[in-house]
């Protein structure tokens, strides 16, 4: 019998916990295959912990693991730990809701064709409030997320990152452990070490996971604020730019301020500058339109790209001084999570 460990990291998520707890049992797995599930929480003041609670009194094989640190690497780590030595290691964030076929065909995918170390589908997307839509809108082009993200992607593929994936547990075993001291893209550094040690990252467009945005733009802009800083900081780790395209937003916001001081020029050099902008707003135009229809918020949409670009080019930027520069250790205040 093959045993599969279900970890979800989670804090104050009784709205969903129970939807993803039930879609996970609802999963389809071959005969010989079972599972245990380890809901990690962060001492959940919510009504969260009650509902898991109650929940182990159907699923004898679930799991209520407390999470002290309250720092998502930790429950991964803690999850996986607790489960012991398995075959297959399954993350799902406590707003992902599974498709019945997502364990099944990851375990096709890992066990047809072993070069494959990782597995995940493709989101979709169910939206709380306008502000989610709008924002989740904005997310699945590639203008807002850039080329190559495995949110934009149509089919399956090969990628280097996903979001819910599934490892054989011998990956830990080869690579390691999430690193703990990573409070965001402990995914992406994991991933990463994955692709560097030989091992492909599947996207498989067959499953899904239904997402529940998040809907507010505060918390959006410190979401995408911390991603750029501690992109910095896992490239400083491995010595190494993971991506090309995480370039691209903190090269936006330094251009955005050349073109403010170019004024002080003159007119014609300010005009000239300005030229690169125009071509972005009618990018952001051209996007709203493609996307939007008659029953969304075209204003957020257009709004939405420079909030996605504009704060992972600064925390980028704060992470270049912070990390490559003055050789600081991560802000506490970059460690608050964006809920």
């Not at 799991?63 to 309250?70: K, S």
């Not at 082009?141 to 850039?146: D, E, K, S, V, Y």
């Not at 994936?165 to 830990?172: D, H």
Request: proline content about 3%; some cysteine; charged content about 20%.
């Amino acid at each position: 019998m093959k045993k599969i460990s279900v970890v979800i990291p989670c804090r104050n998520e009784s709205q969903y916990i129970e939807e993803c707890v039930v879609a996970i049992y609802s999963c389809d797995l071959p005969l010989d295959h079972q599972i245990e599930v380890f809901v990690v929480d962060g001492m959940s003041n919510d009504g969260t912990r009650d509902i898991v609670e109650l929940l182990k009194l159907k699923y004898q094989n679930l799991f209520l693991v407390d999470n002290i640190l309250q720092l998502t690497p930790y429950a991964f780590n803690l999850g996986i730990y607790t489960g012991g030595k398995v075959d297959f290691v399954q993350i799902v964030g406590a707003r992902h809701i599974l498709s019945n076929n997502y364990l099944s065909n990851c375990l096709a995918n890992l066990e047809n064709d072993k070069s494959i170390w990782c597995v995940g589908g493709k989101i979709i997307n169910e939206y709380i409030n306008e502000t989610s839509k709008v924002i989740s809108k904005a997310m699945s082009t590639t203008f807002g997320m850039g080329l190559g993200n495995f949110r934009t992607l149509l089919k399956s593929g090969f990628t280097d990152t996903v979001t819910s994936p599934m490892y054989p547990y011998w990956v830990f075993e080869k690579i390691g452990f999430f690193d703990e001291e990573l409070i965001r893209n402990q995914d992406d550094d994991f991933n990463f070490r994955v692709s560097q040690a030989g091992g492909k990252i599947y996207y498989d467009n067959d499953i899904s996971l239904k997402y529940y945005v998040r809907g507010n733009y505060d918390g959006l802009w410190r979401q995408f604020f911390q991603y750029g800083y501690w992109k910095v900081f896992v490239n400083k780790k491995h010595k190494a730019v993971t991506t090309l395209r995480q370039l691209v937003p903190p090269m936006f916001v330094l251009y955005l301020f050349t073109w403010a001081l170019s004024i002080l020029i003159g007119f014609n050099v300010f005009f000239v500058f300005s030229l690169p902008l125009i071509g972005y707003l009618f990018l952001s135009i051209f996007f709203t339109m493609v996307i939007s229809d008659d029953n969304i918020n075209k204003w957020g949409v257009f709004k939405t790209f420079p909030i996605l670009h504009v704060s992972y080019g600064l925390g980028y930027l704060k992470g270049i001084i912070d990390f490559l520069i003055l050789n600081k250790k991560p802000s506490n205040k970059q460690k608050r999570l964006s809920r």
